[in-house]
């Protein structure tokens, strides 16, 4: 297939708002619910739950502008940092954030994350909760030396990256380029949490340019760059839809050697 015409997640213009609503939505016809909502929550439950992911500073290096992955770390970090490419992204964080208007509704996600835990009756807590420990939400630039310039950013604890990788890498050596710049942010002996997706490229109508890789490209190349995988799964996807043409989800925890 013909691929030189798809636009570039971060170059060209990406709606934030119909991403949400085409994956994330609270809708009960959206077709993807269990795919990029339930599933991969139920993988970091379990995973922060085990204890060993936790500390000072989380560093959250995502595509669009999800926070529901986020929902349990807040329970096991001080401080959580978001980077994001798109200028839009961040303005769409910032209005959920800060509670205004027309901010996107995570209620749903809410709900499911503290029934999981449990605690079904503290959504405005648990909400509440994540919005504190978000301490800064900055823009980067993966062709720059210091991605966060002029701002330095602390070696993280552990590091999220949701979608990324999968939307703005062209080949396997910028696959490679840019997992290293990220790797950058981790101090060693911190964990790396990677959540991705093969093979897709729609979003509202429009097609975005996807590095296609599998799970073994995935894990070599963060062996290669000195990680140790502590888990690794590929959960295929379940749902059918025309709007996307993902293969199945990747989970990935791996730490930083010493």
């Given amino acids: 297939m013909d691929r030189s015409s798809d636009k570039l997640y971060h170059k060209h213009h990406h709606d934030s708002r119909t991403l949400l609503e085409t994956y994330f939505s609270r809708n009960p016809d959206r ?32 595509a669009g502008p999800l926070i529901h992955h986020l929902y349990f ?10 980077m ?36 079904s009756d503290e ?18 630039d993966f062709e720059l030396e210091n991605l966060t310039d002029p701002i330095g950013v602390p070696l993280a604890d552990c590091v ?12 396997q050596n910028d ?11 981790l101090k060693p002996g911190g964990h790396l949490i990677s959540l991705g997706v093969t093979n897709t490229s729609m979003v509202g109508g ?9 799970e073994h490209f995935a894990r070599d190349a963060l062996v290669r760059e000195g990680m140790t995988i502590l888990q690794c799964e590929v959960t295929p996807r379940k749902s059918e839809s025309p709007v996307s043409d993902f293969g199945g989800v990747l989970f990935i925890i791996a730490c930083k050697q010493k």
């Fill in 84 to 119: 994001r490419t798109n200028e839009q992204c961040i303005i769409e964080i910032m209005e959920w954030h800060d509670d205004r208007t027309r901010a996107f509704c995570w209620e749903h996600m809410t709900a499911h994350v503290t029934n999981l835990e449990g605690r």
């Fill in 31 to 62: 077709a993807f619910k269990d795919d990029t909502l339930r599933a991969p929550m139920e993988k970091l439950r379990k995973a922060f739950n085990m204890g060993h992911l936790t500390g000072k500073l989380l560093i959250d290096i995502s």
């Fill in 206 to 214: 429009h097609r975005f340019y996807c590095f296609t890789y599998d």
């Fill in 73 to 82: 770390a807040c329970e096991y970090f001080q401080e959580i940092i978001l």
């Fill in 123 to 140: 959504c405005e807590e648990k909400e509440m909760k994540l919005k504190s420990a978000i301490t800064h939400v900055m823009k980067f």
């Fill in 160 to 171: 999220i990256t949701t979608l990324l990788l999968d939307k703005i890498c062209k080949d």
């Fill in 175 to 185: 696959y490679m380029r840019i997992l290293r710049k990220i790797l950058t942010f």
